[in-house]
């Protein structure tokens, strides 16, 4: 008398059959979902550099927009000193209008760490006033400094 019939060999390989179904499964949806996360990973990093291009640019705008302004204030002073200059030898004196830059205090974003690294943007490129004047004490606080003929020296 065998210990195993064939009625329960039948019932071992029935089993051992779905075990090795169960593992297919198994392994299809792993690969499955290890393709998603790769695919979801390449998403993330494109993403990233898009959003690093987009954070340059914007870098550049606002320095353009910086530049443009103090362009407008220079013109719109140069052009009130002509048309008035009249009137100030007479003793009225007129203020030139001028464009003020807009306060960056505010985030721009509900993300802080985001929020962060614009505000290191803004200060990087517009924190000085870039085009006006920063004065000795600032421009030697920048190590900025300056030749005998009056080239200007920037800190290596």
Sequence with gaps: MPWITKTHLALLAEIDNRNQQALDRERFVNEQLRTRAEEAERALAAAREAQAVLERQNAIAQSN?????HQVNL???ERTDRVFLEMQRQGVSLDAPTIEAVPRDRPVRDDP???ARSQRIVEATTGAAMFEDMGDEAAAAHGVNWERDGQVMHKE
């Design 75 to 77: 013109l719109t002073q």
């Design 65 to 69: 927009a910086e530049w443009l302004r």
């Design 113 to 115: 760490e985001a929020a």
